[in-house]
Each structure stands twice: as C-alpha cells, then as structure tokens.
C-alpha cells in the first residue's frame, strides 16, 4: 500500500510545485522567517531583555508563529489542489480508474501535501535558529543556544507534523466536495487558520510552554488527525468523485 501511494505521491509532487502558488509560499516563508527572527531578535536584545530565561520565553512565543503555524499554508494550499485541481485539469477520472484503491488515493494524496510540507517546515527550524543565534552571537552572545530549549524544539519537530496532518484532512475532504481550488482554498483558510490558532493558544496558556500543556496538546492533536483520517477514509468514495466531476 505504501510503495503505491508514494509512487502515486512522487508524481503529483513534481506536477504541484509546476504551480506557481505554490513555489511562492516556501520563499514567502523563508523571507518572513529571515526578517522577522532577524528584526524581532535585534529589537528584542536592543530593548535590554538579556535574561536568559525571558530572552527564551519570548523567543519561544514569537518565533512559535513563524516555524510551526506559516509553513502550514503549503500542505493547506496543495491539499486544496489535491482532488479539485484534478477536476479543474480534466485529470481526476483517469487517477480515479487506476487500479490503485481508495485507501492508496488517499494515502497518496496525504503524502502529496505533507512531505513537501514538512520539508518547508524543518527547513524553515533550521533557518531560524541559525538567523536567531547568528543575531545573538553578534550582540549577546551569553544568550547562545539559549533559544531553542528542549520543549521548544519538540514542538518545532512534532506539531507541524500534527498540524499538518490535521489541516490536510479537512482540505481532503472539503476539496472532494468543492468546485475551484479557489473555493476549497478559501473554505479550508476560513475553518482551519483560525482552528490552528486556537489550538497553538492552548501550548502559550498562562506562561504556556510547559510540559503538561505540551503532553495533553500533542494527545488532543493526535485523537483529532485520527478521528478525521477516518472521515476521510469513509467519505473518499471513487464513484462519487467521478459522477461530480462530470
């Protein structure tokens, strides 16, 4: 099941990243992750909080938002693309009567969004922390390595994952069901950002960052990518796929 569903994902990867939405977004992220780690790591030793401890809260607050909620937007936007931009391409009957099966298509498309996805992601980790430190070994360098801590850093690792996973879920099932990437771009922003921004809210409750916050979070998330793999399994129909899109 697995070496078809990549097969499947190897192909469609090349033919998303022909579009030029979505090679915008991984630059569009690389700029905001150099610009604002840069301008808010200068602003911040520049306004006196050398504290190791508060240096690292607040580095680990922001810098949150740039390395775990933007690079969502690329498997949003090519999961949105997933089975509407077929459709749109003349290309969605041809996939659906391969001999793959639904759970293959589905994998495939799950596959499709989020390995390029997450190599933006932990791309975009390992750009921060360089831009960050490399500020900090400029005008404070006894807050070196200070950011990321641990917890920091795991979050930065596992929840892209889960956000990603989650978010690609619901655009897999509103782009089944939609008639533009337009329109399942737009649903799938309307319901999932602000989704992704109430559940990262719940990591910074209180001083937030904690372990406790940490553990229940990443078991929430797991139960709700679960939970909605399932519905999408069930809902992944070929046959009615292929009378919408006639």
Not at 29 to 44: A, N, P, R
Not at 49 to 71: E, G, K, R, W, Y
Not at 128 to 148: E, K, R
Not at 220 to 236: G, T
């Amino acid at each position: 099941m697995w070496k078809k569903a990549w097969l499947m994902a190897r192909t469609e990867i090349r033919m998303v990243f022909k579009s030029r939405q979505v090679k915008t977004i991984p630059i569009m992220v690389v700029i905001m992750s150099v610009i604002f780690g840069g301008l808010w790591t200068y602003w911040t030793l520049l306004m006196g909080l050398t504290n190791p401890a508060d240096f690292n809260f607040m580095t680990s607050t922001i810098m949150s938002i740039v390395i775990i909620m933007l690079p969502i937007m690329l498997p949003v936007l090519i999961a949105a693309d997933s089975i509407v931009g077929e459709k749109e391409r003349h290309t969605l009957v041809p996939l659906l009567a391969t001999p793959l099966t639904d759970g293959e298509l589905l994998l495939g498309k799950y596959l499709t969004a989020l390995i390029p996805g997450l190599l933006v992601a932990y791309g975009n980790l390992l750009l921060a922390v360089a831009v960050v430190n490399g500020i900090v070994l400029l005008f404070a360098p006894h807050l070196l390595w200070v950011w990321p801590d641990t917890l920091s850093l795991l979050q930065a690792l596992i929840l892209p994952l889960l956000f990603a996973f989650l978010a690609v879920g619901m655009m897999v099932i509103i782009s089944g069901r939609a008639n533009t990437v337009y329109e399942a771009y737009q649903t799938g922003g309307f319901i999932i950002l602000p989704a992704m921004v109430f559940a990262y809210s719940g990591f910074l409750a209180g001083l937030g960052l904690n372990w406790m916050i940490f553990y229940l979070g990443i078991i929430i998330l797991v139960i709700a990518d679960f939970v909605l793999y399932r519905v999408a399994v069930k809902l992944f129909n070929r046959d009615n796929l292929i009378v919408r899109s006639g």
